[in-house]
């Protein structure tokens, strides 16, 4: 395998050195080596990339039809924490004095939601607002 197709399929399998060097276990140095030329790249190395590179060839071959509208500008989803989630369900039943959460879970859970403006405190109490009520609004 020459240094130009190792990094041919590096960019196919849109990898960088140090992801291969952690899929091969490794140094960083020895992919380095290998994509500068300076050192050989192994025979069984070349040829589980090569096979990793064209099951990704295929891959992307076969896309669904869906595919290509852009991923766009519209916000980000994000995963909630399970904890983060039902204090946020609780808020949706009214205020939540600050007082009754203790430990770092609380404190976590609090962090989250006011951070990304699900909750706001007032005051002693945590109170959801209507981003959050947005959010805990799924019925189970």
Not at 9 to 32: E, F, I, K, N, Y
Not at 57 to 62: K, L, M, V
Request: glycine share 10%; proline share 4%; net charge negative.
């Amino acid at each position: 395998m020459t240094p130009e197709r190792l990094s041919e399929c590096l960019r196919l399998v849109r990898w960088d050195q140090d992801t291969l060097a952690q899929a091969v276990d490794v140094p960083s140095l020895s992919v380095t080596a290998w994509i500068a030329g300076t050192e050989v790249v192994p025979r069984k190395l070349a040829a589980w990339i090569e096979a990793l590179c064209f099951v990704h060839e295929a891959a992307e071959e076969t896309k669904p039809f869906t595919s290509g509208e852009g991923f766009g500008d519209g916000p980000r989803q994000e995963f909630i924490p399970v904890y983060a989630y039902n204090l946020l369900r609780s808020l949706h039943g009214g205020k939540v004095a600050l007082r009754t959460l203790f430990g770092t879970d609380d404190e976590g859970a609090v962090y989250f939601l006011v951070s990304r403006d699900l909750a706001v405190r007032e005051g002693g109490h945590l109170m959801i607002t209507d981003a959050g009520r947005a959010v805990g609004s799924m019925r189970i």
